[in-house]
């Protein structure tokens, strides 16, 4: 398993699909997925072949609503390189609908991102608040591996 910035991660995943892209900006989209199977088609399947950052997150998360601008800016400005997806963890009903997906990972803090290859392999993690040139610098890693 690749690594990238020095953590590998496992994941057990199902398949098939429901997932909500959100206008990041006229240039990007931010792709919300609400279950293990979408998160499966999303980041393991990904016919795009595109590397992807996956980002949990939350309404209630300070930090998470900080960063809502730079993963809007980051994603427009790599739109067609890269897909950045959100899992949210609003609610009983975001946290019921995306437990699968928060089992299957080492997720204990939020903002997390996780980081994925074109062929769906993990390449590494951030969590907390990522300023936006280290997120930059961590795609055009993730870039230059794919």
Same mark, same amino acid.
């Given at each position: 398993m690749k690594k990238l910035f020095g953590i590998a991660? #496992? !994941?057990a995943l =199902?398949?098939? =699909? $429901?997932?909500?892209? *959100?206008? =990041?900006?006229? !240039?990007g989209t931010i792709i919300k997925v609400h279950s293990l199977s979408s998160f499966q088609?999303? $980041?393991?399947?990904?016919?795009?072949?595109?590397? *992807? %950052?996956?980002?949990? &997150?939350?309404?209630?998360?300070?930090?998470?609503?900080?960063?809502?601008? %730079?993963d809007?800016? #980051? =994603?427009?400005e790599f739109a067609g390189q890269i897909k950045f997806i959100e899992v949210i963890l609003d609610s009983d009903r975001g946290l019921r609908e995306n437990s699968e997906i928060i /089992?299957? &990972?080492p997720i204990r803090t939020i903002p997390h991102y996780l980081y994925f290859d074109?062929?769906? *392999?993990?390449? /590494?993690l951030r969590h907390g608040s990522v300023p936006e040139n280290v997120l930059r610098?961590? $795609?055009?890693?993730?870039?230059l591996s794919s």
């Open positions: 991660l #496992i !994941a =199902a398949t098939t =699909a $429901v997932n909500t892209p *959100v206008k =990041a900006s006229s !240039a088609q999303e $980041v393991r399947q990904n016919t795009e072949k595109l590397p *992807v %950052i996956l980002k949990f &997150t939350g309404s209630w998360c300070g930090w998470c609503t900080k960063m809502k601008p %730079i809007s800016k #980051i =994603a427009a /089992g299957s &990972t074109k062929d769906g *392999v993990e390449l /590494g610098t961590n $795609v055009n890693q993730m870039l």
